[in-house]
C-alpha cells in the first residue's frame, strides 16, 4: 500500500517535471544565452538530472519485479548516459550539456503518459480532457511563437496576437493578424504546420496514437470519448478506425505534396522552399485550415488546375469525416464483414454533393456578370467551385472577396454556418444536423410520427441534440456579434462575416481581421475554440452530473404554430 502511494505520488510530481524542463529546454534553444545565463541552465539540468535519478531509482525499488520495469521503462534507462561520465572523466560525451539536454529529452519522451495519472486523480470528465487538450496544446503553440526564432528579422510579435495564431492553427480556421508567408520564420511556420496537424486530427487522436506507441492502456474515460468521437462500436473498431485515419491522412497528404511540388518546382526552381510550400499546402488543406504561405492565399493560383483540383480534393476528404472515409474503405473492399454503408456515410456524402453543387451554381450565378467578369466560362466554373467547397470550412480563396456581391457573401455565411461532417477536421453546426433537421422538417409535414431517412429511424433524442446544437450555435454566433458590434468598427456584414467565420473555423475575411481591436482578437479567439471543439462539447464540461429521474410529470398538450 505504502509503495502504491509512493508510486502515484512519482506520477503526480512527474508532471510538473516535465513541464518546467520543457519550458527551460524550449527557452535555452530559441533564445541566445549570455555566459552567464548558459551556466545558469547548466546548472538547472544538472538538478533535474538527479531529480529524475532519484525518482527512477524509487521506482525500480518500488515495484515487485525490478527487470520488467526497465523493459517497459526502457526511456528511463537513457539515464545512465550521464552517470558514466562518473567513471569515464576522460571522455567529454557522457558530462556534456548536449548529452544531458538529449537525456532529458529522451525521459521527457517516456513521462508523457504520466499526464493521464494527473487527469484521473483530478477526475476530470472526458468533455473535460478533451477541452484541456485543446487548450494546453494552444498555450503551448503561443509560447513557441512568441519566441524571437519563430519570427523573420527583428519582428516582434505581441502575446494576444500569438495566442490568435495558435488558436487559428489548433482550430483549424486560418483567420491571421500576421501574415504566414512573411511574418514568420521558417520554425514558426514549422510550428504553425505542426499545430495545424494535432488540430486537423484531433487531440484525442494523438492521444490515443501516443498509448499505442507507448503500449498503455486506456483508462474508461478515454475509450468512452474515443468511441463516441469516432462513432465505433468499441474500441477495438476504434483502434483499427485510427489506424485506418492517420495512414489514409500521411498517404493523401503525401500525394498532395507531390502533385504541388512538381507543378511548383518548375517555376521556383528551389527544392527545398518548394518542397516546404507544397508539404505545408497540402497538410492545410486536407486539415481544412486555409492557411497559405502565400500573402493573396491562392488567387494567384486562381486558374491553375493541378493547384485547385489536389487542394479541393484534399478539402472534401478532410471535410466528409474520417468515420465516413473508414466506412466507404471497408465497404468497397467488404473488409470485416461490413458490406453496407451506414445512414450517416449516406447522408454525408449526399448532403456534402448537394452543398458543393448548389454552393458552385449560386456563387456563379450571382459573380458571372460581376466578380468573374472577364473569365472564361470554365475559368467561372473552376473559380465558383473552389469557392463553394473552401466556404464550407477551408477558407482558402481565390477570388478577393470584398469584390463580391452581398447576396453572394450572404449564402457563404449559410455555408460556413453549416460547415464540415461530424469527425472531420472542419467546424460548423456539421452536415449532418442540418440533414437531420430537414428530415425532421420534411416528415413533420407528411404528418409522419417516427423521424425516417433513406429506409432508416432516427431516434427521437438525436432530433433533440440536433436543436439543441442549431439553438445553441446561434445563441454564441449572436452573443459574440453584439459584443463585436460593441467593440469594432467594421461595419454589421463585415462583422457579422466574421463571427460565422470564426464560429465555423473558416478563416475567411473581408478584411476585418486585420482591423480587430485587442478585445476583438480576444473575442475571435474563443469564438474559434468554441467552434472547434463543439458548443455541446463546452456545454457538456460544464455541466454537473445528475442522476436520471425515476419519476415522469403527466403530459399535457400545447400550441404550435
Given amino acids: ?180 508567408g512573411t511574418f514568420f520564420s521558417a520554425f514558426g511556420q514549422s510550428v504553425i504546420l505542426v499545430l495545424v496537424q494535432i488540430g486537423g486530427l484531433g487531440i484525442m487522436a494523438f492521444s490515443a496514437l501516443l498509448a499505442l506507441f507507448l503500449q498503455r492502456k486506456m483508462s474508461s474515460t478515454e475509450s468512452v470519448e474515443l468511441q463516441e468521437s469516432y462513432a465505433s462500436s468499441g474500441l477495438k473498431e476504434t483502434f483499427s478506425m485510427m489506424k485506418f485515419i492517420f495512414s489514409f491522412t500521411l498517404l493523401f497528404e503525401a500525394i498532395g505534396a507531390i502533385v504541388l511540388f512538381f507543378y511548383w518546382y518548375p517555376q521556383t526552381g528551389n527544392l527545398y522552399q518548394t518542397l516546404f510550400y507544397s508539404v505545408f499546402h497540402s497538410v492545410s488543406a486536407f486539415c481544412n485550415a486555409g492557411f497559405s504561405l502565400f500573402s493573396d492565399s491562392l488567387i494567384g493560383e486562381a486558374l491553375s488546375f493541378p493547384v485547385i483540383g489536389i487542394i479541393s480534393l484534399l478539402i472534401i476528404l478532410g471535410g466528409l469525416g474520417f468515420p465516413v472515409i473508414y466506412n466507404l474503405r471497408y465497404h468497397a473492399y467488404k473488409i470485416h464483414g461490413i458490406r453496407r454503408l451506414r445512414l450517416q456515410t449516406k447522408l454525408t456524402v449526399l448532403l456534402t454533393f448537394i452543398l458543393i453543387v448548389v454552393g458552385t451554381l449560386i456563387i456563379w450565378i450571382g459573380e458571372a456578370g460581376h466578380a468573374l467578369v472577364g473569365m472564361t466560362f470554365w475559368e467561372q466554373g473552376l473559380t465558383s467551385f473552389f469557392q463553394s467547397v473552401t466556404t464550407r470550412t477551408a477558407g482558402f480563396n481565390t477570388i478577393e472577396l470584398g469584390s463580391l456581391r452581398t447576396a453572394t457573401l450572404w449564402i457563404m455565411l449559410i455555408l460556413m454556418f453549416i460547415g464540415a461532417s461530424p469527425g472531420s477536421t472542419g467546424g460548423g453546426i456539421k452536415t449532418t444536423t442540418f440533414g437531420l433537421l430537414v428530415a425532421a422538417f420534411w416528415n413533420t409535414i407528411r404528418s409522419r410520427k417516427q423521424i425516417e431517412m433513406m429506409g432508416r429511424t432516427i431516434p427521437y433524442h438525436f432530433v433533440f441534440k440536433a436543436v439543441a446544437i442549431i439553438i445553441i450555435s446561434s445563441i454564441i454566433v449572436i452573443t459574440f456579434f453584439y459584443l463585436l458590434l460593441l467593440t469594432e468598427s467594421g461595419g454589421f456584414f463585415p462583422i457579422l462575416f466574421e463571427t460565422i467565420s470564426a464560429f465555423g473555423t ?56
Fill in 506 to 561: 473558416v478563416g475567411l475575411s473581408v478584411g476585418m481581421t486585420e482591423q480587430l481591436t485587442k478585445v476583438g482578437k480576444i473575442l475571435i479567439i474563443l469564438l474559434m475554440f468554441i467552434g472547434r471543439v463543439g458548443p455541446l462539447s463546452i456545454a457538456f464540461a460544464l455541466a454537473r452530473r445528475r442522476s436520471k429521474p425515476n419519476y415522469a410529470y403527466p403530459e399535457e398538450r400545447i400550441l404550435l404554430g
Fill in 1 to 180: 500500500m505504502v509503495k502504491r502511494l509512493g508510486t502515484e505520488i512519482l506520477n503526480f510530481f512527474s508532471v510538473f517535471a516535465c513541464l518546467f524542463i520543457t519550458c527551460v529546454l524550449v527557452f535555452e534553444i530559441s533564445f541566445h544565452l549570455t555566459e552567464v545565463n548558459r551556466e545558469l541552465f547548466a546548472k538547472i539540468h544538472r538538478y533535474i538530472f538527479y531529480y529524475f535519478s532519484i525518482d527512477v531509482f524509487l521506482r525500480i525499488w518500488f515495484v515487485k519485479k525490478s527487470p520488467r520495469y526497465i523493459l517497459t521503462h526502457f526511456l528511463d534507462m537513457a539515464l545512465i548516459i550521464p552517470l558514466l561520465g562518473l567513471f569515464f572523466r576522460d571522455i567529454p560525451f557522457f558530462s556534456s550539456i548536449l548529452t544531458i539536454q538529449i537525456v532529458l529529452l529522451i525521459v521527457l519522451v517516456g513521462r508523457v503518459r504520466y499526464v493521464v495519472h494527473l487527469f484521473n486523480i483530478l477526475k476530470f470528465n472526458p468533455a473535460q480532457l478533451f477541452l484541456m487538450g485543446f487548450g494546453f496544446t494552444i498555450l503551448i503553440g503561443s509560447l513557441l511563437l512568441s519566441l524571437p526564432i519563430s519570427l523573420k528579422g527583428q519582428t516582434e510579435i505581441s502575446f494576444v496576437d500569438s495566442v490568435f495564431t495558435a488558436t487559428s492553427a489548433v482550430c483549424v480556421t486560418g483567420l491571421i493578424v500576421q501574415d504566414t
